[in-house]
């Protein structure tokens, strides 16, 4: 008979994971953060058809970082990305969110409550951004709180379901593991939730995009009669292959703001406030713009941004009414020297008011190339003014007009360090051949364009392998307020050249050597290229 003490007895084995099964529980909680994410993104697209654009949450938040990014990111942005500042930001943002609702799922495997309320606290900061935007409407927060509420409520739903689900880890194996049909439910119901996310919010981007009617309002515009521009004389095109056309065609027109979605304004909506430091305010709306004396010029445009040998320009026929008669009927202080222009989405610019009433021809626009304003150009009215970079200038979707001081406000750009004045400097570009290429031995063109808008362009000259300057053949004057075409035509033998360009403006000021980064002036140095003869 055995002794008491030698009787065993077999206890269930404890379910001990291994670290892939453990690894597998976390991915199957950062997923149902990502899919609560989904629903919360879904629905509040589909409400941001309601509430305007602008209120969806990644749009508003990622607005918001523009808006308050300090001068050193701004300028970064501007400077090295370019155009492509918006996909950068957009892509960015939507990595962040993905990581934070990663977070929040992982954080509801140990407390689903803390981890619904993270999920609630980020819809308050995306509804914060949404709410106090300059074109906020009073739905603005809508979206933002509705689609965190969802989301936090399929957060703990799919919370609930995934620990059913899961092995049970520390339980006996024998108790461990789920049935195949609660996990069919877990996986089901995330699906659901990740397919019902995409869904609602791809229908909401589709509605929104048609929902204000903006192409039709384009569409029904029917551009009044305007003084047109004086004929152009023959040759202003060189016909060159590669070089930049006399008038760059609207698709291919370069574009640079800080809108991450277009702002949509039919004409119906829109209208203009001329206020500030003047002895009348003065209301115009867009079927009083286009009843007015209208007139029609050709004008160069150019990003402060633009490297040297840079595409951030473009010249384009504008049919606009003139600025300088709305502000002398507003009346003007004696000590204004500044206007602060504001789009509809809240951006700003500060132009010299010398600039708009000197006699140049600063357009309210409504017409480029013929065809009124494509939306991303500023649909239903943009400035347009001579000589002067962008970024204090030319505001498109402008509403308001603030005659002010430059010692009183600041606007976007020049807050972040550019310059209060922003002429445009001469410059000149040099675009067949590439730099780079290889080209056959005889006689090739080098040809580009030249610019100093308000100034013209009285001389481009090139020189070879640091050689001496030669004149290049300028193409016909359109006006000072447009670039030219220029073109030299080389002898070229077998070997290895750099080819260097420079222009003289029309006030007989050479363009400078000096190289200068494009902040906080514009850019500055002569365009080079090598070229391979062979």
Known sequence: MQHPEAVTTTEPALHKPGAGTLLRVRALWALIGLASAS?????????????????????????????LAPGWLANWAKTTLGSADKPFLLIGAGVVIALLS????????????????????????????AGTRADA????????????????????????RLRTAQPLVGRPESEAGASPVERRAFLTATAVALGTGTATGGAGWLIRGASRGVDASRAALKLPAAVAANALPAGVDLGIPGVGPFRVPNPDFYRIDTALVVPLVTTKEWSLRI????????????????????????????????????????????RGLPIAPLLAQAGPHS?????????????????????????RDALLAVAMNGEPLPVEHGFPVRMVVPGLYG??????????????????????????????????????????????????????????????????????????????????????????????????????TP??????????????VVQTPEVAPPEPDGATGWHLIDVNVR
């Open 391 to 492: 970024y204090v200038s030319a505001t498109k979707w402008v509403v308001d007009l603030e005659v002010t001081r430059f010692d009183l406000k600041r606007a976007y750009w020049t807050s972040r360090g550019w310059s209060d004045l922003g002429p445009i400097k001469t410059q000149s570009r040099i675009d067949v051949p590439m730099s780079g290429t290889t080209v056959k031995p005889g006689v090739i063109a080098i040809a580009g364009v030249a610019w100093a808008q308000h100034r013209g362009i009285k001389a481009v000259e090139i020189r070879i392998n640091q050689g001496p300057w030669r004149r290049a053949e300028l193409a016909a004057e359109a006006s000072i307020d447009t670039w030219r075409q220029w073109v030299y035509r080389w002898t070229a």
């Open 275 to 318: 206020h500030g430091l003047v002895d009348r305010e003065v209301h115009l709306d867009f079927q009083t713009l286009i009843a007015s004396p209208l007139v029609e010029r050709d004008v160069t445009l150019c990003c402060v941004s633009n490297e040297v040998g840079g595409d951030l320009i473009g010249n384009a026929r504008w």
């Open 137 to 160: 409407t009073r739905l603005a927060v809508l979206p933002s709180v509705v689609g965190a509420l969802a989301g936090a409520l399929a957060l703990g739903a799919l919370a609930e």
């Open 495 to 508: 070997g290895r050249y750099g080819i260097e360009v420079r222009a003289t403006d029309g006030r007989g």
């Open 102 to 129: 990663l977070g929040c799922g992982l954080q509801a495997r140990r407390h689903t409550r803390s981890a619904q309320l993270a999920a609630l606290a980020l819809g308050a900061v995306a509804a914060l951004a």
């Open 335 to 359: 000590n204004a020297d500044m206007v602060l222009s504001t789009s509809i989405d809240g951006w700003t610019a500060s132009t010299p008011l010398q600039a708009l009433t000197d006699g």
């Open 39 to 67: 629903v919360t993104f879904g629905v509040a697209e589909l409400l941001s058809v309601l509430a305007g654009p602008s209120s969806a949450p990644l749009i508003a938040v990622s607005d918001a970082t523009v808006a």
